[in-house]
């Protein structure tokens, strides 16, 4: 959902709505935390930058059960201090997508879920994707599975998993509609490509981080390029990595925790490339 999320922004700044280096004040001018409203940009909402934190916490954990909307989410961590003074170092976050997110929605009147649908699912030809709830049924829909510490037995993830996914993550999507993504995202559908390169290319630099553009990882191995993101839950792994230079998109899922990327560190040594 990450890369989903970053594309969104970016194509709301090619059309004009959005400007990267704007507050999140510009866009929620009654954003409950004046720290966050005043002092955080997209670009570090973007970057991971902001000093937001990762919403997994006792609020959330309590309920996600009931979280229907990305105002829920807001409510598990707005009023949580920042980690760091906004800009300052990287610090990985699930809270600052939901705020972009919440952007997304104040400034195309739409929900995120359908905003993404109709702006990147459709138009990429991506028809085994959405933003399931967890009792919804669908075509192909998997259940993760994990073995909980101190057990040999797995056992299925759905009591770990909210209620429905955020722009942070716990969307759905097929292997086959990642690659469609992958290719719309290059052949122009989806965005031109002066904004893809803005979008995909490192923003980081010395103590905080190489790597990284607008919620896209972005690795130079062996003086080849390869754009991606991984990402994973209890019961849930995933590996999305193109290879520029070859034309080579590598998707790896699986409904396993930490069964993935063992598999996509291996295909990228095969082609000379190494981790995210």
Do not use: C
């Amino acid at each position: 959902n990450k890369m989903f999320t970053g594309l969104a922004i970016t194509q709301l700044v090619a059309a004009g709505k959005l400007d990267f280096d704007a507050t999140v004040g510009t866009y929620l001018p009654d954003y409950p935390n004046a720290v966050v409203r005043d002092q955080v940009t997209l670009h570090q909402l973007l970057t991971h930058t902001s000093g937001m934190g990762l919403y997994w916490n006792d609020a959330y954990l309590a309920a996600k059960d009931q979280i229907s909307d990305l105002q829920g989410f807001l409510a598990t961590f707005v009023d949580e201090p920042l980690r760091f003074p906004p800009g300052s170092e990287f610090g990985y976050s699930n809270s600052g997508p939901v705020v972009l997110g919440l952007i997304i929605e104040a400034v195309t009147g739409t929900s995120y879920y359908d905003y993404v649908r109709q702006h990147i699912y459709r138009p990429a030809g991506m028809t085994h994707s959405d933003h399931y709830a967890k009792t919804e049924q669908a075509s192909g829909k998997a259940t993760g599975y994990y073995v909980p510490q101190g057990k040999t037995a797995a056992i299925s993830n759905q009591t770990d998993l909210g209620n429905i996914g955020s722009p942070a993550g716990g969307g759905y999507a097929s292997a086959n509609d990642l690659l469609r993504f992958a290719n719309a995202l290059f052949d122009g559908t989806l965005i031109a490509p002066e904004y893809r390169e803005v979008m995909t290319t490192n923003k980081l630099s010395g103590a905080q981080r190489n790597g990284y553009g607008y919620l896209y990882g972005d690795a130079q191995v062996n003086g080849r390029r390869y754009i991606g993101h991984n990402g994973g839950a209890p019961g849930i792994n995933a590996e999305f990595s193109v290879f520029p230079e070859s034309g080579i998109t590598l998707i790896v899922l699986s409904n396993s925790d930490h069964a993935a990327s063992p598999v996509a560190d291996q295909v990228r040594q095969w082609l000379g490339y190494a981790k995210l």
